[in-house]
């Protein structure tokens, strides 16, 4: 793609049910790149899913886990799926941005709650203490700060998604 430098990156951020795995594979496949889910890579060096980390330890050590796994990565030409906490991590986020493109799926909570369903067990980093709607509006902000392009997902098939990602990239903003 001439309006991405050859090497770089495109950084998927959003809520989990965002569709940041799914329209990342269909990126990949659409744009010829390499597609990487760091959710996977946070449970394969834990060696145990998401949900037993926050289960055994708790939020903090999954987001701990994540924000290691995410500044050890060095890859290039790469869709990244990032999970849906990596934002709280400045020095994350900094990393990806140093060679990436952040794009942030945008999905209203009621979407949220209707795709991830039960989210008990979906391994999601939030304080005990903390609502879906308290967390979606903290990570709303987060997501906003750090996305080069917003791309809302609401009414659109992830191939609709995946399509206005693409034009979003073409614009004058990323030429």
Request: with cysteine; glycine share 10%; hydrophobic share 40%.
């Amino acid at each position: 793609m001439p309006y991405l430098k050859t090497d770089q990156n495109i950084v998927l951020i959003g809520m989990p049910g965002s569709g940041k795995s799914t329209v990342g594979v269909l990126l990949a496949k659409r744009l010829g790149m390499g597609f990487v889910d760091t959710d996977l890579l946070i449970q394969e060096k834990a060696g145990r899913t998401l949900q037993d980390i926050v289960d055994e330890d708790g939020y903090q050590a999954l987001r701990h886990i994540e924000e290691e796994v995410l500044l050890e990565l060095d890859v290039h030409h790469q869709i990244i799926s990032t999970g849906g906490s990596a934002v709280y991590s400045e020095a994350a986020m900094a990393h990806l941005k140093t060679n990436g493109v952040v794009v942030f799926l945008d999905i209203p909570l009621p979407l949220v709650i209707q795709r991830i369903g039960d989210y008990s067990a979906r391994g999601i980093s939030r304080r005990p203490d903390q609502s879906l709607d308290d967390l979606f509006e903290e990570r709303f902000q987060l997501y906003t700060r750090y996305a080069d392009l917003s791309v809302t997902g609401e009414g659109r098939s992830q191939d609709e998604v995946c399509e206005s990602v693409v034009q979003g990239l073409r614009s004058d903003l990323f030429r």
